[in-house]
């Protein structure tokens, strides 16, 4: 079943081209969609008209069946989590205030608030004392941990996030995308991650969709776009680092630590693929 559906929709920002042209899109229940696309393709205008953050202006938009416009905003954006880059945790707020933020919205018992918040740090691998804490008493990483918890504060059906780990550095990135993939499978919610990213994509993603221009260029699982490409432009955009990303990361580590420790060659690596 479709929780998220756009029919035909178009959307342009005054006299410029078109942002969306004519898109087409379901979005099943529990799927991890990757929106991959160089900057201007429409990625974020998509998660901003899901969550009502911007009207578009022709074609059909459902959330769980129900028209976007019968949604009321404040209801809406209460049931989606959105997680973006710049985090937007409030400064003046503990770490406990910011992730109950939503909860006390709700009239939720402050008791509970606390309980909620004790369970979301533990699932985003950070330890309780931190509610403690303010926003600036953290790393990025951490602070896009409690961003993410804040997110899942009111059990959400629906998460958008828009390129929220490309501000920190890539270990720090490699820890959170695997995080991200054990909430996704604990909690089986539906996820829409927008990203530049190729290996991001591919590593996340129960399905990618490709983007260009305003138009959906292919959608299907990272082996499909990767080694059945639709046409020349996602076989030129997806390339050798797409496939790069295709292979066994245990594996490539494991052949790393081969080489250096002087088991096996440069040489005898590049014969083997002969």
């Known amino acids: 079943m479709a929780v998220i559906e756009f029919q035909k929709v178009t959307k342009a920002y005054g006299d410029e081209v ?27 205008t ?10 578009f202006d022709t074609g059909h938009v ?9 949604w009321d905003i404040v209801t809406l954006r209460r049931e989606i989590g959105y997680v973006i880059q710049q985090i937007g945790l409030f400064p003046h707020m503990t770490v406990m205030n910011n992730v109950a933020y939503v909860l006390s919205l709700q009239g ?5 608030q606390r309980q909620r918040a004790e369970e979301l740090m533990e699932l985003v691998g950070l330890p309780q004392e931190f509610l403690r804490r303010y926003p600036r008493e953290l790393s990025g990483g951490q602070r896009q941990r ?6 899942l504060a009111a059990s959400p059906e629906i998460i958008l996030m828009d390129e929220p780990f490309g501000a920190v550095d890539e270990q720090t990135r490699n820890l959170l995308q695997d995080e991200l993939l054990n909430i996704h499978q604990q909690l089986q919610c539906t996820i829409i991650f927008v990203t530049h990213d190729i290996q991001e994509a591919v590593k996340l993603g129960t399905r990618i969709v ?15 776009l990767i080694l059945r490409p639709a046409n020349d432009f996602v076989r030129r955009f997806m390339g050798t680092k797409g496939f790069m990303a295709l292979l066994d990361e245990k594996k490539m580590k494991h052949l790393y630590q081969q080489i250096l420790e002087e088991k096996i060659s440069m040489e005898e690596v590049y014969l083997r693929l002969k």
């Open 108 to 112: 939720i018992p402050k008791v509970k």
């Open 210 to 224: 490709l983007m260009n221009q305003g138009r959906i260029e292919q959608a299907g699982t990272k082996e499909e």
């Open 146 to 151: 409690v961003g993410v918890a804040r997110a």
């Open 46 to 55: 998509m998660l901003k008209i899901i969550n009502r953050m911007v009207s």
């Open 18 to 44: 078109d942002v969306l042209r004519g898109l087409d899109l379901k979005v099943e229940k529990g799927e991890f969609l990757t929106l991959l696309g160089e900057s201007g393709c429409g990625k974020t």
């Open 62 to 70: 459902w959330i769980r069946g129900r028209k976007l416009s019968e």
